[in-house]
């Protein structure tokens, strides 16, 4: 009896490919169907929206920062987005460039005062939508009194944009970084290699904790644990940089929304980046949340079904 006890407290936990034995095709099935069912394809186009809505207040508040660093056009808004067009589409790069652009002639320390609660707003505006989704996602409802949900949003919103900046910033800069730390100490020139390499990895780690730390916060339900990276962030940041690379391909040679929209077709290709963006962060969360079904199943005390938002051992106590 002890050990039977022990075996329901100390499930097996398999791999990642067969959490506790289940084959990945299955996992993958049930994935796919709760996805159906949550219609995370028309959600992704909600967040799309809200995603877009709050671009451009943040734009404002980091063109006058630009301004006031090093003036118009300076070199760190120019090489920002250079590098931001590595990721984003070139139509929907080109257009968010020239909103830079445009702003940024005018900056002053009240655009910055204005720009960050405007901005703050209306990301939190999105960041409750991903709640939203989320809790779709989990099967429950929104019961947090409204004060505390658009709390956690905000709070939300600021640390997912501070690991956003972070992981760019090392994305973008960790180069540069690398070679001054290797000048520096006189490393010998085989071992720049591996210090660019560690902070590739770095910048993965952080986008990886921009889906973690949304997961974890966001839903209406109590995890048991915190997790730096979960099944559904290490997959959801692969998902990201091989579908943004991948609609970059196809633009590149079947870009037509320029042709037949005009200048909206910038516009539309960014809501279709921001579409991507959504869709693989509900997708990301289906994962963990099947994953985690899988566990409860399987009598992890700490795992909790679809529908419920506490965890077993919780659950049983409150029974």
Not at 30 to 41: H, K, P, Q, T
Request: a positive charge; hydrophobic letters at 50%; charged letters at 15%.
């Amino acid at each position: 009896m002890p050990a039977q006890a022990e075996t329901l407290q100390k499930p097996k936990v398999g791999s990642l490919l067969r959490p506790y034995g289940v084959p990945a095709w299955r996992v993958a099935r049930r994935v796919y169907d709760s996805a159906m069912a949550d219609d995370i394809f028309g959600r992704a186009a909600q967040l799309a929206y809200y995603f877009f809505f709050a671009m451009f207040p943040g734009l404002i508040f980091v063109s006058a920062i630009f301004g006031l660093l090093a003036g118009a056009g300076s070199r760190i808004g120019a090489t920002t987005m250079d590098y931001l067009g590595r990721v984003l589409p070139s139509s929907a790069s080109a257009l968010v460039g020239s909103t830079l652009s445009q702003t940024v002639h005018a900056s002053g320390a009240g655009k910055i005062t204005l720009g960050i609660l405007v901005a703050l707003w209306s990301a939190t505006c999105g960041m409750a939508g991903a709640q939203d989704g989320l809790n779709a996602v989990y099967k429950v409802k929104e019961e947090r009194p409204i004060w505390k949900a658009r709390g956690i949003a905000l709070l939300l919103t600021v640390l997912v944009s501070l690991l956003s900046m972070m992981a760019l910033t090392v994305l973008f800069y960790g180069g540069e970084l690398a070679e001054l730390i290797h000048s520096h100490l006189h490393w010998a020139p085989v071992l720049l290699i591996p210090l660019k390499v560690v902070m590739w990895v770095a910048a993965l780690f952080l986008l990886s904790m921009v889906f973690a730390v949304t997961y974890y916060g966001a839903p209406d339900v109590k995890q048991a644990k915190w997790h730096w990276i979960t099944p559904g962030s290490a997959v959801g940041v692969v998902l990201w940089i091989v579908g943004s690379m991948g609609l970059k391909v196809y633009l590149h040679y079947f870009n037509s929304y320029s042709v037949m929209y005009g200048s909206l077709g910038a516009v539309i290709i960014l809501l279709t980046w921001f579409y991507l963006t959504g869709l693989v962060l509900l997708a990301g969360a289906e994962l963990n949340a099947i994953v985690e079904s899988i566990a409860a199943e399987h009598g992890h005390p700490d795992a909790k079904q679809q529908g419920n938002k506490l965890p077993e051992r919780e659950e049983r106590a409150a029974s």
